[in-house]
């Protein structure tokens, strides 16, 4: 029968030693990871986009009854007076399981994630929901009545996913290609500033 030497054994165990260190572990956290959606069009026929943030796209209608999502985003025009975004918590949709809460803090400024128990899924009624409808500063838009364009306000979003992973979220505009002074005419194009995270720290 054929025997490898001991310097052969020697060599084989050197490599198989040196391709376990080169693997990195799969329970390793990785990184934040910041991404950007730019020139969101929401269908005006069916009303809404779903959101999810793992994916960093929008999921199929199909999947509106389901956890595979994260923010309900409205279809927007020049009419809307409105601004509905919810979250997929388990009052808006039974099967939810996207925890949220609105800071006070700048997106570049939040580092850290709030803690747990202001993480919120109540998201029902005008009083209770985690993003404000109002366009007069409680939300995270305020409507300019002379210039009728729909500003972001300096807040973030941070959301608590389905399988635990924290984003924070920034709404840059709804308008088409983000300028610094919209057209008013060209409102429904969503582009959003998110960070992802699978701990607390956005750092």
């Known amino acids: 029968m054929w025997r490898m030497s001991g310097g052969v054994w020697l060599a084989v165990l050197l490599m198989l030693g040196c391709a376990r260190e080169e693997t990195p572990s799969g329970n390793q956290p990785s990184s934040p990871q910041e991404r950007q959606i730019r020139n969101l069009w929401v269908d005006t026929l069916r009303g ?41 918590s388990g009052t808006v949709n039974p099967a939810g399981k996207t925890l949220g809460v609105v800071v006070e803090v700048p997106y570049d400024q939040l580092l850290q994630a709030p803690p747990e128990s202001q993480f919120r899924q109540d998201d029902t009624s005008a009083a209770q929901r985690v993003i404000s409808p109002s366009l007069t500063g409680e939300g995270l838009f305020v409507y300019d009545f002379r210039t009728h364009v729909l500003t972001p306000l300096p807040k973030t979003l941070v959301l608590k996913t389905r399988s635990g992973k924290y984003v924070k979220v920034q709404f840059v505009s709804l308008y088409k290609d983000a300028p610094a002074q919209p057209n008013p005419f060209d409102l429904g194009y969503w582009t959003i500033r998110y960070t992802i995270s699978s701990t607390a720290s956005f750092k």
């Open 48 to 88: 809404y986009a779903l959101l999810d943030f793992e994916r960093g796209d929008t999921v199929s209608a199909a999947l509106r009854q389901t956890a595979e999502w994260d923010l309900l985003l409205p279809a927007l025009t020049p009419q809307s007076r409105s601004l509905d975004i919810f979250l997929n």
